[in-house]
């Protein structure tokens, strides 16, 4: 199973950026998809998941700015980022979980986003 991460990258305050993760391995539409975020001295937290279905889970720190996606044709899930804050700046991670479990199974490898003030 592999799961890679894009589309990170440098902007500004206010500005957008779209995450892609793209899986390869698993049967992606069994699997619940998270993206996760770890800033430099802080611990990794959880940003977004979406199911199937599609149920769709968001922190309160993202919400009304982020939106995530999927397309089980390309078995990738997105992460459209929006009103991006200075805060946002972290190293970004998808994963994959099945939905009989609360431990994600997969990682990808990560992207970083810095967003300047």
């Known amino acids: 199973v592999q799961l890679q991460a894009s589309g990170g990258g440098l902007v500004q305050a206010g500005g957008s950026l779209r995450l892609s993760c793209t899986t390869s391995?698993?049967?992606?539409?069994?699997?619940?998809m998270g993206w996760f975020r770890q800033a430099p001295g802080k611990e990794r937290e959880f940003v977004a998941d979406i199911s199937w279905s599609p149920s769709i889970a968001y922190a309160d720190s993202v919400k009304g700015r982020f939106t995530i996606s999927r397309d089980s044709a390309k078995s990738t899930v997105y992460l459209q980022m929006n009103s991006l804050k200075p805060e946002d700046t972290a190293v970004y991670y998808c994963?994959?979980?099945?939905?009989?479990?609360?431990?994600?199974?997969?990682w990808g490898q990560g992207t970083q986003v810095t967003v300047s003030s």
């Open positions: 391995g698993l049967i992606f539409n069994t699997y619940i």
């Open positions: 994963a994959a979980r099945n939905p009989y479990s609360q431990k994600y199974d997969y």
